[in-house]
């Protein structure tokens, strides 16, 4: 069984500029999520897609948007980039949305604003 | 709102130690709580879980009791090695996934040989 994998690994970007990230769900899994997690903090929750349709969002401005596809991989797009969106981007997938289910992470994408 | 506070580290222990994370939370409803780990340059890894009052998650020697009535899931384990080094978040889903997790700093976990 395959995990969450993300991609890319690492990417450097400078202000004003777009960037995309990419999240493949674990097998089976038809909902995903997206955190910001910041150096030496905890993850931020930035929303959540089930079934191609955004489920919930966190306090983040509209330039972060996203997408699922119909085979339930992902996508996170920040548009406008400042200093401050520096940081790691955790994608996670569940079997279901409820609160009981279980989030399995994958190993990030590391974004640089320059 | 949601919210999750855990102990600031580092916690510097030596092998074998017993180890205690405190983890306290303020929800809406009855929330689902979390322990996550993450080792150095890797995502998160789930280490246990609980999903109402008096339930206690387990894994690898780590162990955590959901208290409704203190609103905490600390995170114990009764002797600690190197391997276990890593940084431990405590988290909360309240919303049915549609606020997502909420996760605490973190405690970064140090164990001395």
């Known amino acids: 069984e395959t995990g969450v994998t993300q991609s890319p690994t690492h990417l450097i970007k400078t202000r004003g500029q777009q960037v995309t990230l990419r999240c493949s769900s674990q097998?089976?899994?038809?909902?995903v999520s997206w955190y910001q997690q910041a150096l030496g903090q905890g993850p931020q929750f930035i929303f959540q897609?089930?079934?191609?349709?955004?489920?919930g969002r966190g306090n983040f401005p509209p330039r972060f948007s996203g997408l699922q596809f119909p085979n339930y991989s992902s996508e996170l797009n920040v548009n406008a980039l400042e200093l401050d969106d520096s940081a790691l981007y955790l994608c996670?997938?569940?079997?279901?949305?409820?609160?009981?289910?279980?989030?399995?992470f994958g190993p990030g994408t590391r974004l640089t604003v320059l | 709102g949601n919210s999750v506070t855990q102990m600031e580290g580092p916690v510097t222990l030596s092998e074998e130690a017993f180890l205690t994370i405190n983890c306290t939370y303020t929800?809406?409803?009855?929330?689902?709580l979390f322990w996550y780990v993450q080792y150095p340059g890797e995502g998160l890894q789930l280490l246990l879980k609980?999903?109402?009052?008096?339930d206690k998650g387990s894994n690898k020697g780590f162990e955590a009791t959901y208290r409704k009535e203190t609103t905490s899931f600390h995170l114990e384990k009764g002797s600690v090695q190197v391997s276990d080094s890593a940084v431990y978040f405590c988290?909360?889903?309240?919303?049915?996934?549609?606020?997502?997790?909420?996760f605490g700093k973190g405690t970064h976990l140090i164990i001395q040989p």
């Open positions: 609980a999903t109402k009052a008096d």
């Open positions: 929800a809406t409803g009855y929330p689902s």
């Open positions: 996670a997938s569940s079997l279901l949305r409820g609160r009981t289910d279980t989030q399995y």
């Open positions: 897609y089930y079934r191609e349709e955004e489920n």
């Open positions: 097998s089976g899994h038809n909902t």
């Open positions: 988290a909360l889903d309240s919303g049915g996934g549609a606020d997502g997790l909420t």
